[in-house]
């Protein structure tokens, strides 16, 4: 939870201290340019490729298998969705790694071992 808090105060002022110096550099309006080009584009990206994933998981299903990795992409392309969609360039980057199927290995790893290291601990309750 404390990484959380950290992250939500460190990557506003990250952030709006690179919009600041892009704006300097390149100028105000391709900086606001750049940042609803991107938006858009993850929100088509985020569409495309959820789409894709919910096939992908629905035919996993039909043929009875478990669709771990499909549900483990979803979240990836979820979260790089999100992270296009908001204002800025350390957010539009992390968040087209997410959806970059090659990068995206990488961050599954890192998403299987955490939900590992969960489920060790015997943190969680299921309610029937």
Known sequence: ?????????????VEISVLLLSGKLIGVWP??????????????????????MIKKTQEQLRFGQMPGESIIDG???LIGGILLLLPGFITDVTGLLLLAPAPRRFF????????????DRRNYTIIR
Do not use: D, H, N, S
Request: glycine share 10%; with cysteine; aromatic share 10%.
């Open 75 to 77: 979240i990836c392309i």
């Open 108 to 119: 599954k790893k890192r998403i299987k071992v955490g939900l590992q290291r969960w489920m």
């Open 31 to 52: 900086t606001v340019g750049i940042i609803i080009f991107t938006g858009f584009l993850g929100a088509y990206l985020a569409k495309k490729q959820g789409l894709e």
């Open 1 to 13: 939870m404390r990484y959380i808090l950290l992250l939500l105060i460190i990557v506003p002022a």
